[in-house]
């Protein structure tokens, strides 16, 4: 038999126990968190997927252009990654979330930079029958890439690598400006051996030399020489030329 106390009390815990649980979900249902043992609703389905971002609002390609005509007139160090999303008009985060940061953009832009507008030593070297050609043909189409009126003057890969005191990025550049010297020696060995050359030329300082008219005649059009006056020193270059 249980007392009159005893029934007082055991009520009295019931009607804790319902405002406890009635606290809780009440404060579940501010929160938007879902009390002990409560069902699944569909509205939070287990296993849903998240919502996907917003699509991109803007051209990748058109906006990577705008980055490499930025780099290409104010170099690396200079060009600030708000003067990248003014250039590109996008927004950091766009930024960020197409290229990576502002050295991943930086190294993309070298890329297509070399190929779409620096390619005209690769092709010299590829297609010249001997290594005179090649130097001459790339010195001629340099006169004429770093004064074009239309772009900045100069090659990016050159002018990027002044003041550069980001290491990994002034490494990458200089080993890109190491290999096309290298490239150009290998091909002026090829013609000593093979007799075009005479057989105490020294390759390496001519390969090197080559380099040097390819940096010089790109900071000259940085400077404001013109294609004809470049093309005057492709003719000097060439004059001093071994012949055999």
Not at 23 to 48: E, F, I, Q, S
Not at 183 to 203: S, V, Y
């Amino acid at each position: 038999m249980v007392s009159g106390k005893e029934t007082k009390l055991t009520e009295q815990g019931r009607e804790a126990g319902v405002q406890e649980f009635g606290g809780k979900a009440d404060a579940a249902a501010t929160t938007g968190d879902r009390p002990l043992g409560a069902a699944k609703t569909r509205d939070h389905p287990v296993g849903a997927a998240k919502s996907r971002g917003r699509p991109r609002s803007f051209d990748r390609e058109t906006a990577l252009e705008k980055a490499i005509l930025a780099f290409w007139e104010r170099g690396y160090e200079a060009t600030s990654v708000s003067d990248l999303t003014r250039a590109m008009d996008i927004g950091a985060p766009s930024l960020y979330a197409a290229f990576g940061d502002k050295r991943s953009l930086f190294e993309e832009v070298v890329r297509v930079y070399s190929s779409r507008y620096a390619a005209f030593a690769d092709h010299a070297l590829a297609e010249s029958p001997t290594s005179r050609d090649a130097v001459e043909r790339t010195l001629r189409e340099a006169a004429g890439a770093y004064t074009e009126p239309d772009r900045p003057h100069g090659c990016l890969i050159a002018h990027a690598a002044i003041n550069c005191t980001t290491p990994e990025v002034a490494t990458s550049l200089r080993d890109r400006r190491n290999a096309t010297i290298a490239a150009f020696e290998g091909r002026i060995e090829e013609d000593i051996a093979a007799g075009a050359l005479p057989a105490g030329t020294d390759a390496g300082a001519l390969a090197r030399h080559t380099g040097a008219m390819i940096q010089g005649m790109s900071q000259q059009a940085r400077d404001g020489a013109s294609r004809e006056e470049l093309e005057a020193l492709v003719e000097i270059a060439m004059a001093i030329w071994p012949r055999t």
